[in-house]
Each structure stands twice: as C-alpha cells, then as structure tokens.
T-cell receptor, first 113, second 111 residues
C-alpha cells in the first residue's frame, strides 16, 4: 500500500495567491482529516470527512479556507487568498481501522511570502 | 473538553531508557496512542493501547496505562540516535473518530 499521498510537498507563493493542496487517502479508508501544524499552535484539526461528506469544519480558520472531497480517493484543501500567517505544514490523514488510528501523509509545507 | 498534556522536551544519552509521559482528562477514553514524527515527515503510529489494558510491550517499546491517574507513558529501551523525533500522545473515546493530540515531546538522543 502506498499510504496517504500528498502534493505538493513544498509550496512557496506570494500573499494573495490561491493555494491548492491535494491528498489521496489509503484505499478503503472512510475517514479523511486535514490538519495544520505550526510551532506556535501545534497540530490543529481543520476539517474531516466521512464517506466523502464533510462532518466538522469548525477548525477551518476563515472563509479563505475550503476543502472538498469529490470522491473516495481524492481531497483538496484550498486557500484563497493566501496570507503569510497561513505558512505551516498541512497534513492529510485517513482512517478506517477499528481502533481509529490515523495514517498521515508526509505533509505539504506551505510558505506564503 | 478533552485535554492531553505532555512535556515539551526530553534529553537522554544513547543506550539509556527514555520515558515519555502523558496525562489526559477524558475519563471515557478508550484508545490511547503514541505517534512518532521524524523531521520533515508525517506522524507515524507507533503503538496504541486499549483502555482495559495496563501494559503493552512491543520490542523496545513499553506502554503503561494508569487509568486511575489518567497517565500514559512510553518507555523506549536502549535508546538510539534514530529514536530522536517528536512523540505525540493521543486519546480517543468511544463513539468518536476524532483523536485529541498532545503538543508532542521532542526526544533528543545524544552520544
């Protein structure tokens, strides 16, 4: 199994630009999570999906952030317009195991100048 | 709400044992997890313990659970430089698919 696949691994963009992060979960997993990690705030849950349906987006910081899951094998997290304070590592994780353990991707490191 | 607390740093000498501690507040926690994050990588599940267990051992790793004190620990025997990483404690209660993570403990292994 290839695990959770995220792209891009690194993104450097200028303030005001649109950023799209992508995630392919592990096949057969029915939960998908988007997290953000920073030194200041640690690991924050942004949104999670169950069977492609968004269940809780209360962690999404602002309307500039949106996430979609058009099918079971693909999800996107979009930031429009991006701001320097959005600089962080964004992780996608999926789960389908009875014990609820999460399988994380390698992360997308976003730098907004 | 749920809260998971960990110390931020732990420094040990290579070959010694490391003990990383975690406390949690949710008395209905059913699963407790330890994840490892190496530099530039995502979190990787190391092990988990179900709340009806007191101890779980897996090679160099030993997890101890004290439900009364809501205290979880991870012991790494014969710590190696490759064990240097951030270790996250997490808990999840029955009926939820959302684990609550601690801030992580940075383990530094020096020669």
């Amino acid at each position: 199994d290839a695990g959770v696949i995220q792209s891009p691994r690194h993104e450097v963009t200028e303030m005001g630009q649109e950023v799209t992060l992508r995630c392919k979960p592990i096949s057969g997993h029915d939960y998908l999570f988007w997290y953000r990690q920073t030194m200041m705030r640690g690991l924050e849950l942004l949104i999670y999906f169950n069977n492609n349906v968004p269940i809780d987006d209360s962690g999404m910081p602002e309307d500039r952030f949106s996430a979609k899951m058009p099918n079971a094998s693909f999800s996107t997290l979009k930031i429009q317009p991006s701001e320097p304070r959005d600089s962080a590592v964004y992780f996608c994780a999926s789960s389908g195991a009875r014990a609820g353990e999460l399988f994380f991707g390698e992360g997308s490191r976003l730098t907004v100048l | 709400g749920e809260d998971v607390e960990q110390s931020l740093f732990l420094s040990v000498r290579e070959g010694d044992s490391s003990v990383i501690n975690c406390t949690y507040t949710d008395s209905s926690s059913t699963y407790l997890y330890w994840y490892k994050q190496e530099p530039g990588a995502g979190l990787q599940l190391l092990t988990y313990i179900f709340s009806n267990m007191d101890m779980k051992q897996d090679q160099r790793l030993t997890v101890l659970l004290n439900k009364k004190d809501k205290h979880l620990s991870l012991r790494i025997a014969d710590t190696q430089t490759g064990d240097s990483a951030i270790y996250f404690c997490a808990e999840k209660n029955v009926g939820s698919y959302i684990p609550t993570f601690g801030r992580g403990t940075s383990l530094i292994v020096h020669p």
